[in-house]
T-cell receptor, first 114, second 112 residues
Framework: DGGITQSPKYLFRKEGQNVTLSCEQN?????MYWYRQDPGQGLRLIYY???????QKGDIAEGYSVSREKKESFPLTVTSAQKNPTAFYLC?????????????FGPGTRLTVL | GQQLNQSPQSMFIQEGEDVSMNCTSSSIFNTWLWYKQDPGEGPVLLIALYKAGELTSNGRLTAQFGITRKDSFLNISASIPSDVGIYFCAGRTGGGSYIPTFGRGTSLIVHP
C-alpha cells in the first residue's frame, strides 16, 4: 500500500544531542514537508522540498536541518541549537508544490528531550 | 504572513448533537481544506473547497467556502463518539504562495 511512514513513533533524547527523524513516502510525490505541532498551536512549517536536492526554510527553521537526496526520503535533524525541541513532528507529501494538491500526512513522531 | 483564526478552540458535546466550527482569514483565500486528526496520528483530509460559495458534503460533514473568500465553515451533524479529535482548517492565498496556512485547530470531545 502507498503511504508515508515516519519512524520511530516515540523518541527520547538527552538535551544537547542531535536527533534525526525519518520520513519515507512511496507515493511518488515530488513535494515533501515537515511540520511541528505543539498543543494549541496548530501546525507550523519547518522545511519543505519541491524536488530532490532542493529544500526551503519554513516559518520555524531555526535549529533544524533537512536533506533531500532521494525523492522518497526527507529526514529532519533536530539539532542542539533548537531551544525547545520537545514536540510532535509531522511529515507530509504532495504531488507537486506548485499546484498545491492535497497533502498526505504521516503518523508523526513524538520527540521528548530530557 | 497570513493570519488564520479558527474557533472555537474546543467543544464538549453530547452524542447526537450537531457541531459547527469556522475559520476566518485576514487575507482572501482561493482554497480551503478541512482535516481531522485522531489522537497521536497525522491529519487526514475531510473536505476540499476550491470556489467561493461552494458547499460540499462528506457523509455527516458539510463544509462551505465563504462568499467573502475570507472564511470557511465545517458542520458535523448527529455527532458520534468516533468524531472525537482535532479539526484543522487550512487555506491558500494563491498568487505564488503555495504553502498552506493552518488554523490552530478545534478539539472536539463527544460524550456518549
Amino acid at each position: 500500500d502507498g503511504g508515508i511512514t515516519q519512524s520511530p513513533k516515540y523518541l527520547f533524547r538527552k538535551e544537547g544531542q542531535n536527533v534525526t527523524l525519518s520520513c519515507e513516502q512511496n507515493l511518488n510525490h515530488d513535494a515533501m514537508y515537515w511540520y511541528r505541532q505543539d498543543p494549541g498551536q496548530g501546525l507550523r512549517l519547518i522545511y519543505y522540498s519541491q524536488i530532490v536536492n532542493d529544500f526551503q526554510k519554513g516559518d520555524i527553521a531555526e535549529g533544524y536541518s533537512v536533506s533531500r537526496e532521494k525523492k522518497e526520503s526527507f529526514p529532519l535533524t533536530v539539532t542542539s541549537a533548537q531551544k525547545n525541541p520537545t514536540a510532535f513532528y509531522l511529515c507530509a507529501s504532495s504531488t507537486r508544490l506548485a499546484t498545491w494538491n492535497e497533502q498526505f500526512f504521516g503518523p508523526g513522531t513524538r520527540l521528548t528531550v530530557l | 504572513g497570513q493570519q488564520l483564526n479558527q474557533s472555537p478552540q474546543s467543544m464538549f458535546i453530547q452524542e447526537g448533537e450537531d457541531v459547527s466550527m469556522n475559520c476566518t482569514s485576514s487575507s482572501i483565500f482561493n482554497t480551503w481544506l478541512w482535516y481531522k486528526q485522531d489522537p497521536g496520528e497525522g491529519p487526514v483530509l475531510l473536505i476540499a473547497l476550491y470556489k467561493a460559495g461552494e458547499l460540499t458534503s462528506n457523509g455527516r460533514l458539510t463544509a462551505q467556502f465563504g462568499i467573502t473568500r475570507k472564511d470557511s465553515f465545517l458542520n458535523i451533524s448527529a455527532s458520534i463518539p468516533s468524531d472525537v479529535g482535532i479539526y484543522f482548517c487550512a487555506g491558500r492565498t494563491g498568487g505564488g504562495s503555495y504553502i498552506p496556512t493552518f488554523g490552530r485547530g478545534t478539539s472536539l470531545i463527544v460524550h456518549p
